[in-house]
């Protein structure tokens, strides 16, 4: 139960980075220059959170010998899907893109749970594990509100390569879970493992806004006249800390489960942000469907953990 606690825990917590990245994007004026410095910043507080541990950086000739590459490989699909996401929002929306990302979550975290992908514990597929994902998904659906989908003949194709493109990413999340937890066993670190993740996922970020001719110190140069509080820097050791902690959850959770509860704690953190404008955000008092949903995105969570 503790395990479960902390992958709630965590995931609310990346619902908070959320908010507070919004701030940020706003200040900056781009979503991929926040999402940058979002994760600048987290790969520096696990650096200082390793000196401070008196973790050691290296990693010795024989270990990166026997290392498959795919293992080093969590921080560029982690880039990969987040990128997607923020460019999936002006062709589906918000509510669209996050049940088509989440379902893409939650299924190939099934998968790698079922077959034992990327060296994580392998915890067959059953029916009691279905009906959990089942109820999860339709309360999850339920608290983000049925979106409007346009029935226009030429749209429809596009909006089904968009939502496809949606589930891929959302599977690229679950898969790069899978592979930092793979990594920190590797490694015998799982600090170490979420720094490296952190890290190249920092580099690809900023290889990607380069390419795109973003200007970034202009960006930062605007954020710093609006003088905004503190905390709207510091979203990045909230997301620091998610990926730390899912490297520590994989080993005892299976990927599966470590994907489903976080995404249950990111949902009801966010929620709550909206029910009580936390951060500042717009107050959205909860309705009795998103109470329904929640309650059966909890009996999913119950279901697929005691059976």
Known sequence: ????????????????????????????????????????????????????????????????????????????????????NILLFPHLGGV?????????????????????????????????????????????????????????????????????IGIVAGGMGAMQTAINGALGHELHSPLLSALISFAVGTLCLFLFINAQRQPILPALHQAAKAKLPIWVWFGGSLGALFVFGNVLLVPELGTGQTVIFALAGMIIGSQCIDHFGILGAVKKPLQLIQFIGLALLLTGIAIIRLY
């Open 1 to 84: 139960m503790l395990w479960i606690s902390f992958a709630l825990f965590i995931g609310a917590g990346i619902a908070l980075q959320t908010a507070i990245n919004a701030k940020l994007r706003l200040a900056v004026g781009s979503p991929f220059i926040a999402s940058n410095i979002s994760f600048l910043v987290g790969t520096l507080c696990l650096f200082c959170f390793g000196l401070l541990s008196a973790q050691s950086f290296l990693v010795d000739t024989q270990t990166l010998a026997d290392t498959p590459l795919w293992m080093w490989l969590g921080g560029f699909l982690g880039t990969i899907a987040l990128t997607t």
């Open 96 to 164: 669209q893109t996050v049940i088509m990302v989440i379902l893409g979550q939650v299924s190939m975290g099934l998968i790698i749970d079922h077959f034992g992908l990327f060296h994580t514990p392998q915890y067959a597929f059953s029916l009691s594990r279905l009906l959990g994902a089942i109820l999860l998904l339709s309360g999850i659906f339920l608290v983000v509100r049925r979106p409007k989908i346009s029935h226009t003949p030429q749209m429809t194709s596009s909006l089904w390569l968009w939502r496809i």
